[in-house]
C-alpha cells in the first residue's frame, strides 16, 4: 500500500511539475490613472516584426493572424489593412506604400477616428519569442494597458504559436476591462 501510495504521488508532482514547465508566462499591466472600461472599438497598427527564421510567419502573416484571433474578442476590433483603408478613405494617404514611421504617424493622427484605443504589438525574437502588446488611448497616444506573453522553450515560431499569444491578449484584455469595471463599481458602492 505505501508503495502504491509513493506511486501516486510521484505521478501526481510529474503531472503538475509538466504543466508548469509548459506554461507560457504573462503579465498584464493597466497604468496608474488609466481608464480601460471606456474601450469598445480597438484598431491593431501595423506589428514592430521582424522574422526569425524561415519557419516564423511572415509580416503579412502576422497581421492577418492579429486580425482573426480578434475573433475571440466580444469588443469590436479593426483589423490594420481596414483602418489603413480607411486612412486611405479620409485623408487620400496610402499607409500601406509609407515607411514605418511615416506610416505609424498617420495612422496615430487618425485613430481616433475609428476606435477608442489602438494596440501595437512588438515581437521580440530571442531566445525565446515574445509578445508585447501596449494599448493607447486613440487621439492622445496616452499608454494605457501592456500585455506581454512569452513562448516556452519548447514552443516554435509557428502560426499557432503567433495565434495563442494574440488570442491570449484579447481574452486577457478583455478581463482586465472587467475587472476593472468591477473595481469601479465597488468603489462607487463603498463611496454611497
Known sequence: MKKLMRLVFVLCLLVFGTQVAFANS????????????????????????????????????????????????????????????????????????????????????NASKYADAYVVLTVANDSRTSFFFDVYKAGTNELLYTYQIQANRSEKDSVATYQNFCEQFYKNFERSIADQQKDNDKAEKKAK
Open 26 to 109: 504573462d503579465k498584464a499591466t493597466i497604468l496608474e490613472g488609466a481608464d480601460i472600461t471606456g474601450i469598445h472599438r480597438l484598431a491593431l497598427a501595423k506589428p514592430l516584426y521582424i522574422p526569425s527564421s524561415n519557419l516564423a510567419p511572415t509580416m503579412d502573416q502576422l497581421i492577418q493572424i492579429e486580425g482573426d484571433a480578434s475573433k475571440v474578442a466580444r469588443m469590436y476590433v479593426i483589423p490594420y489593412p481596414t483602418a489603413a483603408e480607411s486612412v486611405k478613405t479620409d485623408t487620400q494617404v496610402d499607409i500601406l506604400a509609407l515607411d514605418r514611421h511615416q506610416a505609424a504617424k498617420v495612422f496615430k493622427d
